[in-house]
């Protein structure tokens, strides 16, 4: 009897130290695998942070190319003409004088309001103050403004706001896209559509003209743009997508979770 | 006497601290208040009924279903594999059916609920097992002693192992080892009492934990 009952203490101690040590493993295993997934959590970050910058840096690249660009190609030729005019006016013959001065006049004036414009475009506090939609609305002012495009935009749902850093790449995006189609497309018509839902922004951006085959460009220089925009979507969680019909155009699609 | 003393003020602490902190709580967790609530008057009607009439019970057989219920619903909250969860939805209907013959049975009989409870126990082990389960799958940002679902997780098992594994053996003691039931059941009800403690513990994590939060939110 005696033995039976030094069994029954001796399973019931065994029973909690069992039980004991179960619970220290299962705290002892939990701990390795929460260091490990802050580490990969830290890593992660520090990794996101990294592409961040680059991704920054690139755009900033970008910009400054643009700007470049746009001086010699647009406002240095508006301005060298204006400096034509007025260095063949001739003093001697007022009448031809006074249509130079008013096309001086004219071009320096086009030359300050195309710096307005690019000033603006480029602002990212302007972008931050008017934000996205808006900011996306005067893109295609702009362009519409240049007579060769004619532009639609749709924002349907309430307007929500998202975060700064990402705002301001996915605008950078869209401006690519849009000189993209400006640079390559031979469209006329660029039709817009942004839409608010409670949890994403969906963006569409649709143009009608000559398209291209998007796998072989991929594996060209041209490629990379595409390459790069798809990259950006991602590292700020969007999705990029781009479909191109040759001869009927490209619709390009831009999904992001607010 | 002062371990039932001990044992209300505990439940009364942990009633308290959960409806003051009522709206900080995760759905979860407020089932866990519900529970300490029902224990909580189950056990003060227990007492008076066993003073007045000598029997408690009725009381305790009709505890035990409400008791896996709202445990189970807390675990349905917990656990996120689809599986299982329907498995809670499931098994909490042929508790509450198994619950009803068993109350006629031992009513007719006047027997305590030994078959629930083990039937109870055992669940709640397997229910726990998994919430530990999925713990060690997807570990949190958080240390594991600052989290109110460990403290909970972990006295559920300790505790209801141990229930399991002394009222299995209870009609064996009753007859072979009278000396060990008297024994084994301050060890039970002392473990009750430490359940109960680190249930209150747990949610007073759980509002902890959803305090820091919203301070974090307003401060950003």
């Not at chain 1, 390795?32 to 996101?48: M, N, P, R, V, Y």
């Not at chain 1, 030359?111 to 475009?121: C, G, T, V, Y």
């Not at chain 1, 009608?208 to 390459?227: P, Y």
């Not at chain 2, 909580?40 to 029997?55: D, K, L, P, V």
Request: proline share 2%; aromatic share 14%; glycine share 4%.
């Amino acid at each position: 009897m005696d033995s039976e009952l030094a069994i029954i203490l001796f399973s019931a101690i065994a029973f909690f130290i069992l039980l004991g040590v179960s619970l220290l493993l299962f705290v002892l295993y939990y701990q390795k695998k929460h260091f490990q997934f802050i580490s990969e959590k830290d890593s992660l970050k520090t990794t996101f942070q990294r592409e961040l910058l680059n991704t920054q840096l690139e755009i900033q690249e970008q910009t400054l190319k643009y700007i470049s660009q746009e001086i010699h190609d647009n406002i240095g030729q508006i301005l060298s003409l204006a400096k034509l005019h007025l260095a063949t006016a001739n003093i001697d013959k007022p009448e031809s004088l006074q249509q130079k001065i008013e096309d001086s006049k004219q071009l320096v004036g086009k030359a300050i309001q195309d710096l307005r414009d690019l000033s603006k475009s480029l602002n990212t506090d302007y972008i931050a103050q008017v934000g996205f939609a808006r900011s996306i609305e005067y893109e295609l002012e702009m362009i519409k403004k240049t007579g060769s495009f004619d532009t639609e935009i749709n924002i349907e749902g309430p307007i929500q706001k998202i975060e700064s850093q990402r705002e301001l790449i996915l605008f950078r995006i869209i401006q690519e896209i849009l000189n993209n189609i400006i640079k390559h497309s031979k469209a006329t018509l660029i039709t817009t559509r942004i839409q608010y839902l409670p949890a994403e922004i969906n963006i569409s951006i649709k143009d009608n003209g000559m398209g291209f085959n998007v796998e072989d460009s991929l594996n060209t220089h041209a490629g990379l743009g595409i390459k790069n925009m798809y990259n950006r979507t991602s590292l700020i969680g969007g999705n990029f997508q781009i479909n191109s019909i040759v001869g009927l155009g490209t619709t390009i699609q831009i999904n992001l979770p607010i | 006497m002062i371990k039932n003393i001990i044992y209300e003020l505990v439940l009364l602490a942990g009633c308290l601290n959960g409806g003051f902190n009522f709206k900080k709580l995760s759905p979860p967790f407020r089932f866990l208040l519900y529970l300490l609530i029902l224990t909580f008057i189950t056990e003060t009607f227990a007492y008076y009924a066993a003073i007045r009439w000598r029997n408690n019970l009725l009381i305790y057989n009709l505890y035990t279903p409400l008791h896996f219920i709202i445990v189970s619903s807390a675990y349905y909250r917990l656990i996120n594999l689809p599986f299982f969860k329907r498995g809670i939805r499931w098994l909490c209907v042929l508790f509450v059916l198994y619950s009803a013959f068993v109350i006629y049975v031992n009513f007719r009989h006047n027997e305590f609920p030994f078959v629930l409870i083990i039937a109870d126990s055992i669940i709640i082990v397997i229910y726990s097992v998994t919430l530990f389960y999925q713990m060690v799958r997807n570990p949190v940002k958080k240390s594991l002693l600052a989290d109110a679902v460990f403290w909970f997780n972990a006295s559920m098992l300790i505790f209801f192992t141990s229930s399991f594994m002394f009222w299995i053996s209870y009609r064996y003691l009753a007859v072979h080892h009278q000396s060990l039931i008297q024994i084994f059941y301050t060890f039970l009800s002392i473990l009750n009492i430490l359940n109960y403690s680190l249930l209150g513990l747990s949610l007073y994590l759980e509002a902890r934990q959803n305090n820091t939060l919203a301070s974090t939110i307003n401060v950003n």
